[in-house]
């Protein structure tokens, strides 16, 4: 095991951060929905509600792609990293 500390790039930390928050706001907008939905479903089809769910049927799908590109983007940094500390 290494005890170097590795710095994830701006790239790593953007990705980390948006799929955290778009998971996030596309599973309180299904709670949200779900809510709503057990009260009055008549509302979810005037206003804001379509949108509402719009989140929260592509939000998750969408953050987990991009959690898949950030787990694929940093074996690759890490890798290279081993290979370039292999070399040395």
Avoid: D, H
């Amino acid at each position: 095991m290494s005890t170097e500390t590795s710095n994830p790039s701006w790239l790593e930390r953007i990705l980390a951060y948006a799929s955290l928050s778009i998971i996030a706001i596309a599973l309180l907008s299904f709670f949200a929905t779900l809510i709503v939905g057990m009260s009055n479903r008549e509302v979810l089809a005037a206003g804001l509600w379509p949108i509402v769910y719009g989140i929260s049927t592509y939000g998750l799908p969408t953050g987990f792609v991009l959690l898949i590109a950030l787990l694929i983007i940093s074996q690759v940094r890490r890798r290279r990293e081993f290979r370039q500390s292999q070399k040395q």
